[in-house]
């Protein structure tokens, strides 16, 4: 995922314009519907016309009173990757809303921090406003997932900035970084002379700061990609009145959902005695 970007940092013949895009969102652009399984779990692939052009948004609406997963993916593959994700989520009861970022499965337009943020700012008003999606009606909890916890942050201080007054219920962060600048750092030590070519910041930490929604923080021990201090800071920057983080010590980047976590986590966003 993101160790991807620091593959590039040599590279000095492109320009800041080339570089930033391949450096943080090496998507996979490539279009595919629900597998037949998540097709038969209700997963439905729809089509919106957003600031950036198309957005493909892959959807299930909830059972019961369980809230809807508003779920933003990571920097690597495309939708499909998490379609197994999405089955989990469906089995037990959550609705999913998951956009695709411009440049990523099917969805138009140039990735960039505020491509991206304006993007899902607007599938979210459409989760919240759009007809075609009424079975959705009820409590949405952001989901974010390596870069999409970045993303989740910016989503939020958008919808604050905006004066929305339906914000989410909650917020979980998968294995989020504080700033793209501070994971250079970390791989790299000083990166004072190749900090220019980081466009877009991604600033986190800051963001965190700013925001009072309960907060969950999940985070491999082992994760090597991006490091669990950096989840740490995050945390330890958010303004939430109610947080929690979650330590996970077998589990690194990619295998967090195979590590046991599932039911605590689960418990959580779905917003009972022990949620958020």
Known sequence: MLAFLFLFLGLGALTLEQANPLLIYPYDATEQAPSPAAYSAGLRAYDLEGPEGRVVVWAVPPRGNKPTVFYLHGNAGNLAHRD???????????GVFAPAYPGSSGSEGRP?????????????DSLKSDDQFAAFDG???IYGE??????????IEALEASGDQDLPTGIVLEAPFSSISDMAQ??????????????????????AAAMSLPLLVIHGKQDRVVPIAQGQ???????????????????????LWASGILTQMFGHMALKDVGL
Do not use: C
Request: hydrophobic share 45%.
């Open 84 to 94: 197994g994700r999405f089955r989990r989520l469906r089995q037990s009861g959550f």
């Open 112 to 124: 960039s921090e505020a491509a991206l943020i304006s993007t899902v700012k607007f599938a979210y």
């Open 139 to 141: 409590p949405v909890v």
């Open 146 to 155: 390596s870069l999409g916890s970045a993303v989740g942050l910016g989503l």
């Open 186 to 207: 970390a791989a790299v030590g000083d990166i004072g002379q190749i900090a220019p070519i980081f466009m877009d910041s991604w600033n986190s930490a800051e963001r």
């Open 233 to 255: 800071a995050v945390y330890d920057a958010a303004g939430s009145a109610k947080k929690k983080i979650m330590r996970v010590p077998d589990a690194n980047h990619v295998n």
